[in-house]
């Protein structure tokens, strides 16, 4: 992506989306409506009308053949926008979490060079989470893994576990992804990636909502993503200090 250009870079949004039938209309409104032309909704064989739903929206909707996971469904979102030629991808989650309305915000951080990589922090006060309906456990693991990331990894972000995320295109082209997880670790894999390759990661702070049919993994299943984030970060100190090599390290 060429900053000094006077031709904006082309923006592309894309949702992994499973079960997302009462929610993605809602996300869609939030989104200010020069991005709106350019999204790309990949499902990942919900069993409500989630994709219907979308294709009356106008978005470039992509049927996963099964179940992957939320892993694989965002492999098969970004392999889409760069195959439509975006400079910048945008991830959004479509269950109404993340408020779409600050997406201009996030891209000038790209368009002037100050950053490669953004995410959308939920954590500005710990009040605020709370009144979000984040539940407390959720809140506590967030802070500890998110602690020991930062100082793993070498940054300084307020929530490694967003799910709102701007890339540059060159990221997504020299970070492995499809080497990562299907599953809900893929997040944490992209991040340590991003910090081993040298890439400049930041967040700001976007508000977030926490309800009834907002997408959330239960107790166990937060537990195993804790824990394979902690294996991920114990694999980036292994890395760096050439004492094993592993996959994901290795340039795509």
Not at 107 to 125: A, E, N, P
Not at 164 to 174: D, I, Q, S
Not at 217 to 232: A, C, H, M, V
């Amino acid at each position: 992506m060429d900053t000094n250009s006077n031709n904006p870079p082309k923006t592309i949004i894309v949702m992994p989306a499973y079960n997302a039938a009462a929610t993605v209309e809602a996300t869609i409104r939030d989104i200010p409506e020069q991005f709106r032309k350019d999204i790309i909704l990949v499902d990942d064989c919900s069993r409500d009308n989630t994709v219907e739903i979308a294709e009356k929206l106008g978005l470039t909707v992509i049927r996963r053949e099964k179940n992957g996971g939320y892993g694989a469904n965002q492999k098969t979102c970004y392999d889409a926008a760069l195959k439509q030629g975006a400079d910048i991808v945008i991830m959004l989650h479509p269950d109404y979490q993340y408020d779409g309305r600050l997406i201009p915000y996030f891209l000038g951080f790209l368009k002037t060079g100050v950053c490669d990589f953004m995410l959308g922090s939920r954590i500005r006060t710990r009040a605020e989470t709370i009144k979000s309906g984040m539940p407390v456990y959720k809140y506590l693991a967030n802070r500890v893994l998110t602690i020991t990331e930062n100082l793993i990894l070498g940054q300084n972000l307020a929530d490694f576990h967003s799910g709102f995320r701007v890339y540059k295109r060159v990221v997504l082209e020299k970070i492995p992804y499809h080497k990562n997880s299907d599953d809900f670790v893929f997040d944490s894999q992209m991040l340590a990636q991003a910090a081993y390759f040298g890439f400049k990661i930041a967040d700001a702070p976007v508000p977030c909502r926490y309800f009834k049919e907002a997408s959330s993994i239960n107790f166990s299943r937060s537990t195993r993503y804790g824990l394979l984030t902690l294996w991920t970060m114990l694999q980036f100190v292994l890395q760096k200090l050439k004492l094993k090599n592993f996959d994901i390290f290795k340039q795509a």
